[in-house]
Every structure is written in C-alpha cells, then in structure tokens.
C-alpha cells in the first residue's frame, strides 16, 4: 500500500513513499535486503564516530527468537507484530568508548542511524515501522544488556501487506490521510516560536 506525503515543496521521492504500516505481508525479508538496510544504518553520523548504536534482529521464522523478542513489546503492539517477517530491537550506549564520558547525543545518533535505515528500506521495497512500546527491564532481562548499554525501541519490517488483516481499529489509521505540522511551526528565528521568515513562502 502507497501513502506518497503530501509535501509542500518539492524532497526526494524516497523521503515521499517512507511511512510506517502495521500490515505487513506473509513474505520473508531476503538477507541481501537485511543486510544492505543495515549497512545503510552503519553508515549514519555520529558523534566522534562513536556508533553508538547496537541492534538485535530476529525473523519470524526463527521461531523461539522471534517469540522472544516479540514478547518484549507492550501487548497492543504484539497483536500486530506478530505477522511482520522481521523484528529489530535496539540499544544505545551511554558513554564514549575511548574515555568514559556521557554521551548526550547518543538516542540522537541512533535515531539518525534508523532514519536511513528506513530510507534504504523504502528505496528497496521494504518498510519500517518503529515503536517506542517497548518492556525496557524485560529486554534488560531477556538479552542479558551490559552496563552502560540501554534498550531503546523496536521496529518491524517487511513487506507491506492488507490493511484488512489488522485487528479492530487499526485499519482505519492504516488507511488516514498523512499529515505534518507546518514549517512555520518548527522552525524559528530571533527567538523560540519566533517563525523564521525563511519560511514565508508567500
């Protein structure tokens, strides 16, 4: 299923088609494409190229692994989880590796490594859907996490599939109109909530 946003100006087509189902197709995700999405994820900025970000991946025909993983998500996002082919769960680490010093940009540089993860996942076929419903001590519990490390969010990815499949309710916003504050609203200058007037596109 397509939901091209509605940008207001002119992005790359591959920015347009990303967006976030919940039916995903009973079709498993080759190993090339798991592979590629993640070295697109491997080649995220960050912060002293620190990489701060681990993943634990599991597919639905791994049978118990991926039982194990879907029972780290909270109930309302296991009803619709369970049908999608892959599984990721991710993890940040908190300090820099070559001194021990907090890294505050941490959760910042692993949204950046998802973000083009899930733009190399659109440009092959794919599609992501993160969540931050997450049992955060259970995934401490279930993979053993070492000190330092924090569990984050989880995302499922694979194919797109029939809105139809979903359980109540969930059709309706699989099939909703996609929308974005403004630009005006995001964006500032002189002072906070201050609209740029770069964004005065009159």
């Known amino acids: 299923m397509e939901k091209s946003a509605p940008a207001d ?3 790359l087509d591959v920015i347009k088609r990303r967006w976030s189902p919940r039916a995903f197709a009973d079709r498993p995700v080759e190993d090339h ?3 590629c ?3 697109a ?3 995220a900025a960050s912060s002293f190229n620190e990489q701060p970000w681990r993943f634990v991946l599991t597919k639905k025909v791994d049978g118990e692994s991926f039982d194990k993983a879907l029972g780290c998500l909270v109930e309302a996002n296991q009803l619709w989880v369970k049908d999608a082919p892959v599984l990721l769960l991710t993890f940040v680490s ?3 590796s070559k001194n021990g010093n907090p890294n505050r940009t941490a959760h910042h540089d692993l949204g950046l490594a998802m973000g083009q993860l899930s733009l190399q996942a ?8 993160q969540m931050a419903g997450v049992d955060l001590d259970r995934i401490r519990d279930t993979y053993a996490v070492p000190e330092g490390f924090e569990p984050f969010s989880a995302a499922a990815i694979g194919y797109g599939g029939n809105p139809g499949q979903l359980p109540d309710g ?3 916003a699989e099939t909703g109109e996609r929308v974005r504050k403004p630009l005006t609203e995001l964006v500032f200058a002189d002072a906070f909530g201050k609209a740029s007037p ?4 009159g």
């Open 198 to 201: 770069l964004m005065n596109m």
């Open 170 to 172: 969930l059709a309706e």
């Open 41 to 43: 994820a491997r080649w």
């Open 37 to 39: 999405i993640l070295e």
């Open 33 to 35: 494409k798991l592979r």
């Open 122 to 129: 659109t440009a092959m076929g794919l599609f992501v859907h």
């Open 9 to 11: 100006l002119p992005i």
């Open 94 to 96: 908190m300090a820099f």
